[in-house]
């Protein structure tokens, strides 16, 4: 499924450079922006309720109302909830276990002007592939004994949708606010060493706020 994935991004990819090529011979004065975000995001609750982190994004005017955009998103140390609960391991105490994700998107952005004071309203649409590293979980079972869990977390395809707006700060300067969603299409799999017990989590939503500042150049 990893190999599928990875192979369904690679042509995401490659298919809208190809479409687009021919826009980005335009001239290139003032065509660039590049962002640096917070990311306030939470999740559906499995296998995290939230997964705060920052993006870097570079976006690309095709036209005066449509741009391409290419972030990495990271988000490092958010709590997958209570694993043990997945695996129906009653812990002593409860048990998180942390993981890491980074991510590449591509998306494509409408923008709309608002008002001649620089505020710029916009939304977008993309995909993405994201890479999550979990570490370990283990604890104290009631009862007696110990759980020991690992979790691999495949690859994920992601959805992304977000609407905002942009206030002008200036000649090349801008802050950035988005109300974002995106759906995660995950297979993790979840076994306990001491046990042998197995599960899984399959796909889940985020959903929250970005805010950051943009440089046109």
């Not at 599928?4 to 011979?25: D, E, G, N, S, W």
Request: glycine share 10%.
């Amino acid at each position: 499924m990893t190999i599928y994935r990875f192979k369904a991004a690679r042509i995401l990819l490659v298919c809208t450079l190809a479409i687009t090529a021919p826009y980005l011979q335009a001239e290139a004065g003032g065509m660039y922006e590049l962002s640096g975000r917070v990311n306030i995001v939470g999740a559906n609750g499995t296998p995290s309720n939230d997964i705060p982190g920052f993006g870097v994004i570079l976006h690309r005017k095709l036209s005066d109302e449509w741009y391409l955009g290419f972030s990495l998103e990271n988000a490092t140390d958010f709590d997958v909830e209570r694993p043990n609960e997945e695996l129906d391991i009653d812990s002593v105490s409860e048990t998180d276990a942390l993981a890491t994700m980074n991510m590449l998107t591509v998306v494509a952005e409408r923008r709309y002007m608002l008002d001649k004071e620089g505020w710029t309203g916009f939304w977008n649409l993309g995909a993405g592939i994201a890479d999550i590293d979990v570490d370990d979980a283990d604890g104290d079972v009631e009862g007696g004994g110990r759980f020991d869990i690992k979790i691999d977390a495949d690859t994920e395809t992601v959805l992304i949708g977000s609407v905002g707006a942009m206030q002008r700060l200036g000649e090349h300067w801008s802050a950035r606010y988005e109300a974002t969603l995106e759906q995660h299409f995950a297979d993790w799999d979840i076994e306990d060493r001491v046990t042998g017990r197995t599960d899984s989590y399959d796909d889940y939503t985020v959903f929250g706020l970005r805010i950051g500042m943009n440089y046109r150049f």
